[in-house]
């Protein structure tokens, strides 16, 4: 079991905007910020998302997130056939002394 | 370009040992904190362990907790991880990711991987 709780999958249509929750605690992300990771099938991940809601370069505004409390979200408008992957998130944990991650959303372009 | 290539992967037998090592390139390896992060078959993301970027301050997860040592050498740009004493559940892939600032935990760039079965 992971300490950060995602839903194992979520979908959308092309153009739709999906939401991935991410539900922690007062540990992890009610007192540290959050980061989101994407992977494909076969790859290693990528930084999506990092301190809440920064991209990197060469992230699509598309990509957005947000923290209330001891959840974060990760949201994709205008969705697209290629945004089909695991998105992953991740957080200090105090009490662990370590990064702890969400078990992993897999997300499909129907 | 930041290139973080791992190798020493394969088979090792339960009990036996094996070192892991990433070579960097494209930054300033001796300024940034380095991680690795692990992934089980079919598995979610697991962090491993932390080295700050003078080696001097290290982290581990407790799974790997006073089995797995991880080092670097910054004169040769080079990260590693030893495992010993590794067990089936440590089968996975591992990578070397590097740390965004010094110590941020925020991974920005991954390895490819490499594979790591623990089987007899």
């Known amino acids: 079991q992971s300490v950060l709780t995602q839903p194992p999958s979520a979908s959308g249509t092309p153009g739709q905007r999906v939401t991935i929750s991410c539900s922690g605690s007062?540990?992890?992300?009610?007192?540290?910020?959050v980061n989101w990771y994407q992977q494909f099938p076969g790859t290693a991940p990528r930084l999506l998302i990092y301190?809440?809601?920064q991209r990197p370069s060469g992230v699509p505004d598309r990509f957005s997130g947000s923290k209330s409390g001891t959840t974060a979200s990760l949201a994709i408008s205008g969705l697209q056939s290629e945004d089909e992957a695991d998105y992953y998130c991740?957080?200090?944990?105090?009490?662990?002394?370590?990064?702890?991650f969400g078990g992993g959303t897999k997300l499909t372009v129907l | 370009e930041v290139q973080l290539v791992e190798s020493g992967g394969g088979l090792v037998q339960p009990g036996g040992s094996l070192r892991l090592s990433c070579s960097a390139s494209?930054?300033?390896?001796?300024?940034?904190?380095m991680h690795w992060v692990r992934q089980a078959p079919g598995k979610g993301l697991e962090f491993v362990s932390t080295?700050?970027?003078?080696?001097?301050?290290?982290y581990y997860a407790d799974s790997v907790k006073g089995r797995f040592t991880i080092s670097r050498d910054n004169s040769k740009n080079t990260l590693y991880l030893q495992m010993s004493s590794p067990r089936a559940e440590d089968t996975a892939v591992y990578y070397c990711?590097?740390?965004?600032?010094?110590?941020?935990?925020?991974?920005?760039?991954w390895g490819q991987g490499t594979l790591v079965t623990v089987s007899s």
């Open positions: 991740a957080a200090w944990d105090d009490s662990l002394s370590g990064v702890v």
């Open positions: 301190t809440n809601n």
């Open positions: 990711v590097k740390d965004l600032n010094s110590g941020s935990y925020i991974f920005d760039y």
């Open positions: 494209g930054f300033t390896f001796s300024r940034c904190a």
């Open positions: 080295i700050s970027s003078d080696g001097g301050r290290t």
């Open positions: 007062s540990s992890n992300i009610g007192t540290n910020t």
